[in-house]
């Protein structure tokens, strides 16, 4: 068994993941953690802050591997100091499409697509202002202002500003 964690490098995601390695370490299994967002400012405040560092330190070196995106992510942390043995415990891996998937593609199908009459927008996730559900409501309606109508936006989501959301987009 392996527990797979996905936090982004921010307060809420810190403390929350480090409640899942802690259970991991205590049942004796293997965590891989992938952080899949980095936040300047939250790394600002580690590197500020002993307690967070500690922290840091306490939580995240139980990991058996870290998953970081890229070569910058994997030198900030040994620039801040809080993973042990850095080199070998976090891995550098890229979003690059398998040449399986590329296989499938066909080109032709894609171009028709393009030429469907209607544009289908998509907004997926939690509907909250940090989000960004505001910037993309406020988006959509400059693409319907400027008189563009082959358009549609759909919104898949829920969360604590839904109703106030609903009565901006009206």
Not at 56 to 75: A, C, H, P, S, W
Not at 117 to 135: A, D, M, T
Not at 147 to 160: E, K, M, Q, T, V
């Amino acid at each position: 068994d392996i527990i797979h964690i996905n936090p982004s490098l921010n307060d809420v995601s810190l403390f929350r993941e480090s409640v899942f390695i802690l259970i991991a370490r205590f049942f004796n299994t293997k965590t891989v953690c992938f952080i899949r967002g980095w936040h300047d400012d939250f790394e600002d405040k580690i590197r500020k802050s002993s307690f967070l560092q500690s922290y840091f330190r306490l939580i995240f070196n139980k990991t058996d591997k870290i998953i970081v995106l890229g070569t910058v992510f994997m030198e900030k942390l040994q620039e801040i100091n809080v993973l042990k043995n850095v080199d070998e415990k976090v891995l550098i891996e890229t979003t690059i499409a398998d040449d399986e998937f590329l296989d499938e593609l066909d080109i032709n199908k894609k171009i028709d697509a393009f030429n469907n009459p209607v544009v289908e927008l998509l907004y997926l996730s939690r509907i909250i202002k940090s989000k960004g559900i505001f910037i993309a409501l406020e988006a959509y309606k400059k693409i319907s202002e400027s008189g563009l109508s082959n358009y549609r936006f759909n919104i898949a989501g829920d969360g604590p500003d839904i109703e106030l959301a609903k009565r901006y987009a009206d």
